[in-house]
Antibody
Framework: QITLKESGPTLVKPTQTLTLTCTFSGFSLTTSGVGVAWIRQPPGKALEWLALIYWDDDKRYSPSLKSRLTITKDTSKNQVVLTMTNMDPVDTATYYC???????????????WGQGTLVTVSS | QSALTQPPSASGSPGQSVTISCTGTSSDVGGYNYVSWYQQHPGKAPKLMIYEVSKRPSGVPDRFSGSKSGNTASLTVSGLQAEDEADYYCNSYAGSNNLIFGGGTKLTVL
């Protein structure tokens, strides 16, 4: 059974850097084809893809947020970490991590997802 | 890259069929067979329902089906059931290592 769980601060101040950790079980990020993505959802709004890291350490970022994001993995700990710099109130959202099972790198679908963690940006 | 266009809402009575559209461009939906659909109940994480346009993951009822024509992908829910009431999001590869989601559709079972 694959599970993922997000952890990190629930409240950050504007201009601060957000660090979120996704701890997973039931799969290995060393298996060919596997990846982990971060996706966020502002309250009452749509999903937005942020970043994706593959088993071979290839990394992909949303073009609109690329300058602020860094995704890394620690295969020994079964964790993926996302950092987002210069946080703003508009970044208030539930942040999800999700498992990318396999396939060509252009074919990205996510199953399952973590439960999500709500991050509020406010002074 | 703009979000994919979905109708804000859709509805149907139990037992009926409903189709939700997801319109993009030739640079995303129309250019690749890499469209996926997610179901999200209130307060819950999204759940994968369809991947690669029309493939159904294990455990997803065959009442859910996906298709694509040109720049528009569609999710059809047949034999509507009360538990199908949820938000639905489409997602597509958009080239240049980019992924985009639709704005979401709230499906109501009347």
């Amino acid at each position: 059974q694959i599970t993922l769980k997000e952890s990190g601060p629930t409240l950050v101040k504007p201009t601060q850097t957000l660090t979120l950790t996704c701890t997973f079980s039931g799969f290995s990020l060393t298996t060919s084809g596997v990846g982990v993505a971060w996706i966020r959802q502002p309250p009452g709004k749509a999903l937005e893809w942020l970043a994706l890291i593959y088993w071979d350490d290839d990394k992909r970022y949303s073009p609109s947020l690329k300058s602020r994001l860094t995704i890394t993995k620690d295969t020994s700990k079964n964790q993926v970490v996302l950092t987002m710099t210069n946080m703003d109130p508009v970044d208030t959202a539930t942040y999800y991590c999700a498992h990318r099972p396999w396939g060509a790198k252009a074919s990205n679908w996510f199953d399952p997802w973590g439960q999500g963690t709500l991050v509020t940006v406010s002074s | 890259q703009s979000a994919l266009t979905q109708p804000p809402s859709a509805s149907g009575s139990p037992g009926q069929s409903v189709t939700i559209s997801c319109t993009g461009t030739s640079s995303d939906v129309g250019g690749y067979n890499y469209v996926s659909w997610y179901q999200q109940h209130p307060g819950k994480a999204p759940k994968l329902m369809i991947y690669e346009v029309s493939k159904r993951p294990s455990g997803v009822p065959d009442r859910f089906s996906g298709s694509k024509s040109g720049n528009t992908a569609s999710l059809t829910v047949s034999g509507l059931q009360a538990e199908d009431e949820a938000d639905y999001y489409c997602n597509s590869y958009a080239g240049s290592n980019n992924l985009i989601f639709g704005g979401g559709t709230k499906l109501t079972v009347l």
